[in-house]
Nanobody, 123 residues
Framework: QLRFVESGGGLVQPGGSLRLSCEVSGFSLKNYAIGWFRHSPREEREPVSCLGASGKSVVYQDSVKGRFTMSRDNANNTVYLQMNNLNADDAGVYYC????????????????WGQGIRVIVSA
């Protein structure tokens, strides 16, 4: 059974950083891609970034390129989304979602979703 838990969200000042974690169990990160999506006023499931089973990542939003990076710790079964220089547009509820092997920016191609974690960017 696929299980995964998001953590690391919270309140941060503009320009600050957060690192979101997606800890997984019941499957291997070597066989699954992990996508990060966010719910915002603009879109219910906006694709942010994804790390494929190969370890290669892709960033979907031009607004976060150069600021957001993904990484993976296979030993701890955890995928991270490092978010730097945050601004108000980055606020929202972030979700991680697994799917076999390959990334996609289409939310409908992910069958399993976490409960989400809120990121608030405010002075």
């Amino acid at each position: 059974q696929l299980r995964f838990v998001e953590s690391g969200g919270g309140l941060v000042q503009p320009g600050g950083s957060l690192r979101l974690s997606c800890e997984v169990s019941g499957f291997s990160l070597k066989n699954y891609a992990i996508g990060w999506f966010r719910h915002s006023p603009r879109e219910e499931r906006e694709p942010v970034s994804c790390l494929g089973a190969s370890g290669k990542s892709v960033v979907y939003q031009d607004s976060v390129k150069g600021r957001f990076t993904m990484s993976r710790d296979n030993a701890n079964n955890t995928v991270y989304l490092q978010m730097n220089n945050l601004n108000a547009d980055d606020a929202g509820v972030y979700y991680c979602a697994p799917r076999p092997m390959f990334c996609t920016d289409v939310p409908a191609n992910f069958d399993h979703w976490g409960q989400g974690i809120r990121v608030i960017v405010s002075a």
